[in-house]
């Protein structure tokens, strides 16, 4: 999940909902497990947060070989 809009005038709540995510500052993007604890806070701040899927780590084993 990555933070898109800024935390001015937004509520407590809401502030400690996107703390408690793990997201400090605009634009940081952190990485949680999907359960339905986080798909509850997602929901108290849907307008605040979007949803980022994580890109496949490509193994670079064999670049080293020309592969």
């Given at each position: 999940?990555?933070?898109v809009r800024g935390l001015a005038g937004t509520t407590r709540y809401q502030r400690e909902v996107?703390?408690?995510l793990g997201l400090r500052r605009l634009g940081a993007t952190a990485s949680?497990?999907?359960n339905p604890?986080?798909?509850g806070?997602?929901?108290r701040v849907p307008h605040l947060v979007?949803?980022?899927?994580e890109t496949e780590v490509q193994e670079t084993a064999g670049s080293a070989?020309?592969?």
């Open positions: 999940m990555q933070l996107v703390k408690g949680r497990p999907d604890m986080i798909r806070m997602l929901r979007r949803i980022v899927e070989d020309g592969e």
